[in-house]
């Protein structure tokens, strides 16, 4: 006689496998918790992040940079860390984001934020270990992307930073993408309340 709540317990164990990919998007989790995006060429998956980040504002600075943070993380594919730092006079220091805990504190002009804020330009880098004074928040990190943010007078405010466990995550399209994701947010924020 078959047993019924064996078999529906062996039906959920068989789907739960058919649902974890060979390579989970986020590291140490399940397909579940794929990324959203991920099926979407890259000129939509980022008009839709866009889009998806321009809805989430509500006017309450560290609400909405919280949000925004969480929703490229919940988005983009290959993604290990996804968030802000700030900037506080000569410093960066770390705002909302998603992912493991990470340096608090970073100088301008050191690390890959701190590049991309005395340079004024986003930093593409394929392999994090090939970058001079690359710094190392979480081990996994192996490329990453850091966007400049500006406030509406054009003085750069904070960084957005995504790391990826992945070689080469991140090209020009990848930029391009994501620094209009930036322009859909930064001029919306009171910089002040952060
Ligand atoms: N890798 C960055 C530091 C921040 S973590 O990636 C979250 C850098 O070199 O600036």
Redesign the pocket.
């Known amino acids: 006689m078959r047993d019924a709540h064996a078999d529906a317990h062996a039906d959920a164990r068989a789907d739960a496998r058919a649902d974890v990919p060979d390579r989970p998007d986020r590291p140490g989790t399940a397909g579940a918790d794929a990324a959203l995006g991920a099926g979407l060429p890259k000129r939509e998956r980022y008009e839709e992040l866009r889009s998806r980040v321009s809805g989430l504002l509500e006017g309450d600075a560290l609400a909405d940079l919280a949000n925004v943070a969480a929703a490229v993380y919940e988005w983009l594919p290959d993604l290990n860390?996804a968030?802000f730092?700030l900037r506080r006079g000569d410093e960066l220091v770390l705002g909302p984001?998603q992912?493991r805990p990470?340096?608090v504190r970073?100088a301008v002009g050191?690390?890959?934020?701190?590049t991309a804020v005395a340079t004024g330009e986003a930093q593409v880098v394929r392999d994090?270990h090939a970058?001079p004074?690359?710094?190392?928040?979480?081990p996994r990190?192996r490329s990453?992307i850091?966007i400049p943010v500006r406030d509406v007078r054009g003085t750069i405010v904070a960084v957005l930073?995504l790391?990826s466990d992945r070689a080469a995550t991140f090209d020009r399209s990848d930029r391009d993408g994501l620094e209009t994701v930036v322009d859909a947010f930064a001029s919306r924020i009171d910089w002040t309340r952060v």
């Open positions: 860390w968030g730092y984001f992912g990470a340096c970073i050191s690390g890959v934020c701190g994090v970058f004074g690359h710094i190392a928040c979480d990190s990453e850091v930073d790391d």
